[in-house]
């Protein structure tokens, strides 16, 4: 967002990144008491199951170091996960690592099988954590620009961009920050693209559970794709324990065995306790899965209409808990400057999606909100938003 600042004690590769915008918005929230609708942590416990086979955990004895690849109890829930959810069998010795978070996954993943010089595809809008862990491997970055309007991916730029130097393609579904759930056709497609040029994909699937229209299809599911594709999974959505930083990655074992020679020298093992925990909380039963995705059904719609009756545009999302609405028809036509104006003008914080791109004139004026709230929170964020209409 805006200018960046020089840091001459920086390497070059990582010159630009500086503070991410979820740190950014929710410091002005803290700062000026808003509601913050920004950045996208839950404001509750996880279920009272996984919490207490925490509490177990650690009061069981589990709080060394856990094995580098992860807790065994974890690695078989895992597996069992990825069969009973989306039929791809995974051994858990060999072609499933526990990680440090999501993002230590992502970027372990880009670290071990990118050389440096070597291309990584990226789909805008894009999570910020994308580049930084492509500069940290010497990585080029080739972004496809995102498409006005719908905001689905590009798949004719995508095909315009790999190349000869292409190595991997990087496939976040369901989306952040758009809420988009990708359908057969553009897996598909990209499933087609990475066969043809021997591509390896690496796949985001945080929010494989939230999902409110459609279904979640994992990439590796596609022909051709369970042995070319890193599939990254976490607890942090599901459970509501973004704080726990439990993610994994599926694949097979040549790309898990240079996965986890990064991932041993980056955080070696930890949140012992709560791997354990993970475990319980993937092999609960259906209806526990269904109540969490209702709870936020309802909240999306909440806040969506909120927000279609102040005026906004609202684009409803298809999953994750973020909806993304346009501001301009209540009178602001620049996402950033409307994301630092508002914390301290009307009390709410959010996030603008040309944080997420690097041209911003086709999303100027989005804004990207989180649902994952009480509801009270978000009546008290829609309550301030309405300042919106009363003052145009």
Known sequence: MGPTTREPELVARLQGLGTTVFSEMTDLAIAHDAVNLGQGFPDENPPPAVLA?????????????????????????????????????????????????????MSAAVQSLCEA????????????????????????????????GDLRPDLDRLAAVVGPRTRLVIVNSPHNPTGLVYDAAELDEIARLCVEHDLIAVTDEVYE????????QPLAGRP???????????AAKTFSCTGWKVGWACAPPPLTRALRIVKQYATFSGATPFQHAVAVGLAQDDDAYRRQLEL???????????????????????GTYF??????????????????????????????????????????????????????????????????????
């Open 323 to 392: 909806a993304v609405a346009d501001v301009a028809p209540v009178g602001h036509d620049d996402a950033e400057d409307f994301c630092r104006w508002a914390p301290g003008a009307i009390g709410v914080a959010a996030v603008p999606v040309t944080a997420f791109v690097d041209d911003p004139a086709p999303v100027r004026s989005l804004v990207r909100f989180a649902f994952c709230k009480p509801d009270a929170v978000i009546d008290a964020g829609l309550e301030r938003l309405a300042a919106l209409t009363e003052h145009r």
């Open 53 to 105: 086979a925490a509490v177990t955990a650690m009061e069981q004895g589990h709080n060394q170091y856990a094995p580098g690849p992860g807790v065994a109890s974890l690695r078989a829930a895992v597996a069992d996960h990825q069969r009973r959810f989306h039929a791809l069998d995974y051994d858990p010795d060999d072609e499933i690592t526990i990680t440090f978070g999501a993002t230590e996954a």
């Open 296 to 318: 936020l059904r309802g909240r999306r719609d909440r806040l969506c209409d909120g927000l279609e009756g102040l005026g906004l545009g609202v684009q409803r999302p298809q």
């Open 117 to 148: 010089g070597d291309e990584v595809v990226v789909l805008e809008p894009a999570y910020d954590a994308y580049r930084a862990v492509i500069a940290l491997a010497g990585g080029v970055q080739r972004r496809v620009p995102v498409r006005g």
């Open 209 to 216: 559970h939230l999902v409110y229209e459609g279904e979640h």
């Open 224 to 234: 051709g794709m369970r042995d070319r594709t890193v599939t990254i999974s976490s």
